[in-house]
């Protein structure tokens, strides 16, 4: 999944980006309500992750303005403010989960998967591709009972490769959905990745092929 995590704190900040990268989540970091709101309007997230009290433009006002463009993202917000008011003020601009700093990662792990899977996310029910089972709620696939071990980045690459399946994916689509704004990492790394993944995929009926100036198609081979 493709998330934003709207925080100030560097250490916090770092912290949860790490953790949800762990996961096998691509995650962009906003460190202030500005850059946030750029992001979040223009960008196409599953979810936001969003603390309340950031420099330049409140948590708030970037929550109300997401909601008036009518971006359809879930919000979950994120912050130190647990008073009922400050709750129920925020579900009535459009949040859609609260959570109290300081918390546990693992409770945040469960609010976000239950977030992505109300939305329609994250947690779909196993899908079999000839012989390879992908599972979207686990993270993880196997290919008959073989587990298929995936760091997070191939991963993420064989998840947009299944929900591309039949269309042709460029080098710079593949690209923009591995890594993050501040990663520079060049066109060349995404033949290594696919060609890590091809290894692992070995032995199953999911395909990648290789379109010649174009890109790359996974279908599931006949």
């Given at each position: 999944?493709?998330?934003?995590?709207?925080?100030?704190?560097?250490?916090?900040?770092?912290?949860i980006r790490?953790?949800?990268?762990?996961?096998?989540?691509?995650?962009?970091?906003?460190?202030?309500?500005?850059?946030?709101?750029?992001?979040?309007?223009?960008?196409?997230?599953?979810a936001?992750?969003?603390?309340?009290?950031?420099?330049?433009?409140?948590?708030?006002?970037?929550?109300?303005?997401?909601?008036?463009?009518?971006?359809?993202?879930?919000?979950l917000?994120?912050?130190?403010?647990?008073?009922?008011?400050d709750?129920?003020?925020?579900?009535?601009?459009g949040?859609?989960?609260?959570?109290?700093?300081?918390?546990?990662?693992?409770?945040?792990?469960?609010?976000?998967?239950?977030?992505?899977?109300?939305?329609?996310?994250?947690?779909a029910?196993e899908?079999?591709?000839?012989?390879?089972?992908?599972?979207?709620?686990?993270?993880?696939?196997?290919?008959?009972?073989?587990?298929?071990?995936?760091?997070g980045r191939e991963?993420?690459?064989?998840?947009?490769?299944?929900?591309?399946?039949?269309?042709?994916?460029?080098?710079?689509?593949?690209?923009?959905?591995?890594?993050g704004?501040?990663?520079?990492?060049?066109?060349?790394?995404?033949?290594?990745?696919v060609s890590?993944?091809?290894?692992?995929l070995?032995?199953?009926?999911?395909?990648?092929?290789?379109?010649?100036?174009?890109?790359?198609?996974?279908?599931?081979?006949?």
């Open positions: 999944m493709r998330l934003l995590v709207v925080e100030d704190a560097e250490d916090l900040g770092l912290a790490r953790h949800l990268e762990r996961q096998g989540h691509l995650v962009e970091w906003a460190r202030d309500g500005a850059d946030a709101s750029q992001l979040g309007e223009t960008g196409d997230f599953d936001v992750l969003l603390d309340l009290n950031l420099p330049t433009r409140s948590g708030t006002d970037v929550l109300e303005r997401l909601r008036a463009r009518r971006r359809p993202v879930p919000v917000v994120m912050t130190a403010r647990g008073e009922i008011d709750k129920v003020r925020h579900f009535q601009l949040a859609d989960d609260y959570l109290v700093k300081p918390f546990d990662f693992r409770e945040l792990d469960v609010r976000l998967a239950a977030l992505l899977r109300r939305h329609g996310g994250g947690a029910a899908l079999r591709l000839g012989n390879l089972v992908f599972d979207g709620a686990a993270r993880r696939a196997r290919i008959g009972d073989r587990p298929v071990e995936l760091s991963y993420r690459l064989l998840e947009y490769f299944v929900q591309g399946r039949g269309r042709v994916l460029s080098k710079e689509q593949i690209l923009d959905h591995l890594v704004l501040d990663e520079e990492i060049g066109l060349n790394a995404v033949e290594l990745y890590r993944l091809r290894k692992k070995e032995g199953s009926d999911f395909e990648i092929r290789t379109i010649r100036g174009l890109g790359y198609v996974a279908e599931i081979a006949r």
